[in-house]
């Protein structure tokens, strides 16, 4: 990613599987 | 041009694949050790491991879907292994870090028993 300005995002970047459904 | 980087996407993604796991979710591997039986994602164990890699990619046995381990595996270094797979955590405690070592040198997993080694030397 040269050359692109890259922004860190700290919080969660997916669903979460729950335990059981 | 920008681009955002999600730092815990690999640690979200791994959670999930874990939670597949327990929930016994697309698993399509057995792995036996010593009678023990340990379910799990073919996947997931070769990207973790150089003899599952050599395995599941052999033509001949990567459609195989129970696995035995050498009888002399540990299932509990197993256990901790398969843990730290799909977790990044490595428990280690006194009475099965050995264990986990030798467990982790039949898997081919070096980094984790360098690690080891450097635990046991800081510790001694």
């Known amino acids: 990613y040269e050359g692109v300005t890259t922004i860190k995002e700290m919080g969660r970047s997916i669903h979460e599987i729950p335990r059981q459904d | ?124």
């Open chain 2, 1 to 124: 041009d920008s681009c955002i980087q999600f730092t815990r996407h690999a640690s979200d993604v791994l959670l999930n694949l874990n939670r597949l796991r327990s929930r016994d979710i697309l698993t399509d591997v057995i792995i036996v050790v010593n009678r023990e039986h340990f379910r799990a994602h073919k996947t997931v164990l070769m990207a973790c491991s150089g003899l599952f890699y050599t395995i599941f990619t052999d033509q001949m046995k990567c459609n195989m879907n129970i696995i035995n381990l050498d009888p002399d595996v540990s299932p509990e270094g197993f256990r901790v292994l398969l843990d730290f797979m799909y977790t990044s955590r490595l428990s280690l405690r006194d009475s099965s870090i050995m264990a986990v070592m030798t467990t982790a040198l039949y898997l081919q997993m070096e980094h984790v028993v360098d690690t080891c080694q450097r635990f046991l030397k800081t510790s001694e």
